[in-house]
């Protein structure tokens, strides 16, 4: 078991020493001579507007905070399915039970709507529609 | 000192440290980066005490799931990435006098208590004994896990919901 | 290996965990009622709640015939002591379903996730209260607290209700982080996690060193969250006043009753030693001296409760800081090791049901007529609105421990168990004693603002027959139990009896 962990050690020890030295082989080699325009986000000329940390939509933690407690669940999963064969029924009723009570909270969660992502579909967004004046002004060009 | 200790050590100190920036790090990404590292360091532990499969959930959880959920909370409120987020009050004194006193009672309690130990360590996979505990013995924390489960989603979805 | 024994074992155990099935059924079945209901607001779904933990009760009350049995491995058990309790939290489930459904505050607000997790609640409850095992008794903890922290903030758009449960979110985990390590210790030092054989092999050893005592303390962090004890109550007062009525009432008992259960049932079965053949009193582990930690912690807290109490103007923080007090009384009674101690305990917990839920059933009736909380708005309503001023007045002379009230039979008992363990614990009920006056100040006081005051208006206020009902329900056995409590005594004497070893 140590050694198969060991292998993931190396892994990690490998990747960071991979960037590590790329990283520090490009500051060496690089030519650097620092211009405005250069350092700019977009170097086509497009200006950035704001700040890049915006408010995230409430939904993300929604979604989130239903996706930790269903991994919770397949953490308990795992186990299991290495030993049920050998427990037979007792064992798959059990999980039978524990995955019908989950499965009344998925039940729950999506009834109540909260997987939905875009909750305003009935309702078109009045920004988005063209306004009347707008709309008469275009009849008027056509005609 | 054999590669086990070495690695002990190693990941003793990642956890230590990141928790560290995690306390004292003005920007609160910062902090959640270093509590990935914790975590991380955590898992790295499980290993050496050969828990395997709890150090696998370490990172599916906690990495994968909790800290991404924070990440997302700190996300939700768009000041909290430019505010110094720690307290005014920061009282070192005290709390260097209270640190210093829960470690040194903890040291002394380390040291002079009759541990029951497992004896040597085997390292083998452990998947398949929890499963059997799990369906065995401990039945009925790991039913009673479910309903806390479903519990808890119905609550986190009520608070969550906007109306 | 062979695992059917076990898993037989896991069968039988199904036969005697009824209730707890139950509860499980009747959760899942709000949930489900609740998806298909029209409008979230309709209140059948509280109906089918109460029917629910009707059935459930009945169910508890059979199993007051089984005697004590070992449940699932030792995971949990079911003795007459645990059922007891077990009626204990029904019965404040249901009288906080009647609270519920005619409460204002709660008007408007989503019907089904609200009952669901009040069910939820008591079957951690229940759980708690029967756990003997480290596993059970943590997990059932966080299931109470998980379930507690939403009800509290149930109200999320009322600033006080979120504030109440991040309060109580944040002292939780803190709580149960100290909890979990003094259980980690615990472990450690022994072994394993069966209470029964932790107990076997903490007595085995002539010293089990610094880790014992630690982790006795750090565990106590976690009980004492639950009953609100000093230092760990810090989070009640703010709780308690943002939190919905009916659910702070709920808070009030249910909670603090599981928690000295569990906390009498780790103190009794893995930290003393059982009772010599026939004796009622029995000694702690020799090494650690938690009787007297307990005292302390029972003599400050009453002490700070009462003090602070006094100072409070607004009344769901004035039963706060009460409710905090009357978890120092109830301590005094785990701390003599004795069936006395144990019996009055739990006599207590059930007149401390009566008296401070009728307290808040007068607050709820007060704020839906006032639309007040603060003490000084009570003026003269005593006149105004006579029923549940009257009312208040019995509730508050049972919580001071007056005669001809409950709350005074219960002292009584709690105090004569005190005395009864001899000289050690004088101190204790002389401090009881003191801290009982400090608590007719502050109750007299509403009292005296009620009925002495002259109100802001003379107009007279109608209360409505549901709660003149409800008042009467919870009046009347206050002051019945105060003249015969023989039936609440059998019950009690009856209950006394824990699972002390396998």
């Not at chain 1, 986000?41 to 915006?54: A, H, K, N």
């Not at chain 3, 708690?128 to 509290?152: D, G, H, P, Q």
């Not at chain 3, 394993?192 to 565990?219: F, H, K, P």
Request: proline letters at 4%.
């Amino acid at each position: 078991m140590l050694f198969n962990f060991a292998n993931v050690l190396t892994f990690i020890v490998f990747g960071a020493v991979f960037v590590g030295i790329n990283i520090t082989l490009s500051r060496i080699l690089q030519a650097r001579n620092p211009h405005p325009v250069k350092l700019s986000t977009y170097e086509c000329g497009e200006l950035p507007e704001g700040d890049s940390w915006i408010q995230f939509n409430i939904r993300f933690y929604v979604i989130a905070l239903i996706f930790l407690i269903f991994e919770v669940e397949i953490v308990f999963l795992f186990p299991w399915a290495t030993v049920f064969k050998e427990l037979g029924l007792f064992a798959f009723v059990e999980m039978m039970i524990f995955v019908f009570i989950l499965l009344v909270g998925l039940a729950y969660v999506w009834v109540k709507g909260d997987l939905e992502w875009d909750k305003s579909t009935a309702v078109p967004d009045p920004a988005l529609a063209p306004s009347a004046a707008r709309q008469e002004l275009t009849e008027a060009i056509a005609s | 000192m054999d590669f086990t200790n070495i690695a002990f050590y190693i990941f003793a100190a990642l956890t230590v440290g990141s928790a560290g920036v995690m306390v004292f790090h003005r920007n609160v990404v910062y902090s959640a980066v270093g509590l990935l590292f914790a975590f991380f360091g955590v898992a790295g532990i499980y290993v050496l005490l050969a828990a395997d499969f709890i150090a696998i959930v370490q990172i599916l959880i906690y990495v994968g799931g909790i800290l991404i959920l924070l990440l997302f909370g700190v996300m939700l409120s768009q000041k909290l990435t430019k505010v110094d987020v720690r307290t005014e009050s920061m009282q070192l004194v005290p709390a260097v006098v209270v640190v210093g006193g829960v470690l040194a009672v903890l040291l002394l309690t380390i040291s002079s208590t009759p541990w029951k130990l497992a004896g040597s360590l085997e390292y083998e996979p452990t998947t398949k004994a929890i499963g059997r505990l799990m369906m065995t013995e401990y039945l009925i924390p790991f039913e009673i896990a479910s309903v806390l489960l479903l519990a808890a989603l119905i609550g986190a979805a009520y608070i969550a919901r906007k109306n | 290996m062979d695992y059917s024994s076990i898993i037989k074992d896991n069968l039988i155990s199904l036969n005697y965990f009824l209730p707890e099935l139950l509860l499980t059924g009747l959760i899942i079945v709000l949930v489900i009622a609740d998806l298909f209901l029209k409008d979230e607001r309709s209140p059948w779904l509280s109906f089918v709640a109460l029917a629910g933990c009707v059935v459930v009760l009945l169910s508890v009350i059979a199993q007051f015939d089984l005697g004590s049995r070992s449940l699932f491995q030792h995971m949990l058990v079911v003795d007459p002591f645990s059922v007891f309790f077990k009626l204990l939290f029904l019965a404040s489930a249901i009288a906080v379903i009647f609270l519920s459904i005619a409460s204002v505050e709660l008007a408007g607000r989503p019907v089904g996730e609200y009952f669901t997790l009040l069910i939820a609640l008591t079957l951690g409850l229940f759980l708690m209260a029967s756990s003997t095992n480290l596993v059970t008794i943590l997990l059932s903890i966080e299931f109470v607290s998980i379930v507690s922290f939403v009800l509290a903030t149930y109200l999320k758009t009322r600033r006080r209700s979120s504030e109440a449960g991040l309060k109580y979110a944040i002292y939780g985990a803190f709580s149960s982080g100290l909890m979990l390590y003094g259980l980690s210790l615990l472990y450690g030092l022994t072994g394993t996690l069966n209470l029964y054989e932790i107990g076997d092999v903490l007595a085995s050893r002539d010293s089990n060193g610094m880790a014992l005592t630690l982790s006795t303390i750090l565990i106590l962090a976690g009980f004492g969250y639950k009953i609100a004890s000093v230092p760990f109550h810090f989070w009640s007062p703010d709780v308690y006043e943002g939190a919905p009525t009916p659910i702070t009432a709920f808070l009030s008992i249910g909670p603090k009753a599981a928690g000295f259960a569990v906390l009498i049932r780790f103190f009794n079965v893995a930290l003393a030693g059982e009772p010599a053949n026939g004796a009622s009193q029995w000694s702690a582990l020799p090494e650690l001296d938690w009787p007297m930690i307990l005292a302390v912690v029972s003599a400050i807290t009453m002490t700070l409760g009462n003090l602070v109490a006094i100072v409070q103007t607004n009344i769901k923080r004035l039963l706060a800081y009460s409710s905090i007090a009357h978890a120092g009384y109830a301590l005094m009674g785990v701390v003599v090791l004795s069936q006395d101690g144990i019996y009055a305990t739990m006599f207590y917990l059930a007149v401390y049901y009566l008296m401070n839920l009728g307290a808040f059933l007068v607050v709820i009736v007060f704020q839906d007529l006032l639309g007040s909380e603060k003490i000084a708005d009570f003026k003269g309503l005593a006149w105004r609105a006579p029923v549940p001023a009257i009312a208040m007045a019995v509730f508050l002379v049972s919580l001071t421990g007056l005669p001809p009230t409950a709350g005074f039979i219960g002292k009584f008992y709690l105090f004569a168990a005190v005395i009864k363990a001899g000289p050690a614990f004088y101190w204790l009920a002389v401090v009881g004693l003191l801290n009982s006056v400090v608590a007719l100040y502050y109750y007299a006081r509403i009292l005296k603002t009620m009925f002495f005051d002259k109100a802001a208006e003379e107009n007279s206020i109608s209360v409505s027959p549901y709660y003149v009902t409800l008042l009467a329900l919870l009046a009347a056995p206050t002051i019945i139990l105060g003249v015969y409590w023989a039936p609440l005594q059998k019950l009690a004497t009856n209950s006394v009896e824990f699972l002390r070893a396998l």
